[in-house]
Antibody, heavy 121, light 112 residues
Framework: QVQLVESGGGLVKPGGSLRLSCAASGFIFSDYYMSWIRQVPGKGLEWLSYISSSSSYTHYADSVKGRFTISRDNAKNSLYLQIHSLRAEDTAIYYC??????????????WGQGTLVTVSS | QSVLTQPPSVSGAPGQRITISCTGSSSNIGADYDVHWYQQLPGTAPKLLIYGDDNRPSGVPDRFSGSKSGTSASLAITGLQADDEADYYCQSSDSSLSGAKIFGTGTRVTVL
């Protein structure tokens, strides 16, 4: 069965950096686009970024462009999100998700359980 | 950044039918981007409920249905059940954001 397991969250000081990881299993990872989405506890969902199956294309929300970098390693069935210059407002649960196959605006058909990032001094 | 507006809350009695609206604009839903819906039960990750405006993934009961017209979309739940209590989010893309994905503001469904 499809499994996505995020890791790398934790308490980070403002201005710091963090790399989140997502380990995928149960499907052919290299066939799928993947996304990162975050959610401030008690608030709504915010799409952050997606990456194409071969890493040739990435797209970011304007709110994180320049500070967040999405990447993947198909040999390791892993997705990553590098975050720089962390701010208090980056405190959130970060989800990785598999994007279903299709031409555009692919729905995220499987989600991980999320990893909590807390930015505080 | 959300440009898809949903009512903050909708409630209904068990067995009733409720609808949740998702209002966008000519650059997203009105531009004929697909609308997807997610259900987030308390304390869990979101789950895909409806994709491509009106399609259900395998395993989703047919009590859930989606529709789209103009610049809006709707999710309907018939035969409301206690375990439908959750947050529901619509999602689409927006051409004014270079095709970035966008989520709706979210709707909390309460079963009375």
């Amino acid at each position: 069965q499809v499994q996505l397991v995020e890791s790398g969250g934790g308490l980070v000081k403002p201005g710091g950096s963090l790399r989140l990881s997502c380990a995928a299993s149960g499907f052919i990872f290299s066939d799928y686009y993947m996304s990162w989405i975050r959610q401030v506890p008690g608030k709504g969902l915010e799409w952050l970024s997606y990456i194409s199956s071969s890493s040739s294309y990435t797209h970011y929300a304007d709110s994180v462009k320049g500070r967040f970098t999405i990447s993947r390693d198909n040999a390791k069935n892993s997705l990553y999100l590098q975050i720089h210059s962390l701010r208090a407002e980056d405190t959130a649960i970060y989800y990785c998700a598999r994007d279903a196959m299709g031409p555009t605006n692919r729905p995220s058909d499987y989600w991980g359980q999320g990893t909590l990032v807390t930015v505080s001094s | 950044q959300s440009v898809l507006t949903q009512p903050p809350s909708v409630s209904g009695a068990p067995g009733q039918r409720i609808t949740i609206s998702c209002t966008g604009s000519s650059s997203n839903i009105g531009a004929d981007y697909d609308v997807h819906w997610y259900q987030q039960l308390p304390g869990t990750a979101p789950k895909l409920l409806i994709y491509g405006d009106d399609n259900r993934p395998s395993g989703v009961p047919d009590r859930f249905s989606g529709s789209k017209s103009g610049t809006s979309a709707s999710l309907a739940i018939t035969g409301l059940q206690a375990d439908d209590e959750a947050d529901y989010y619509c999602q689409s893309s927006d051409s004014s954001l270079s095709g970035a994905k966008i989520f709706g503001t979210g709707t909390r469904v309460t079963v009375l």
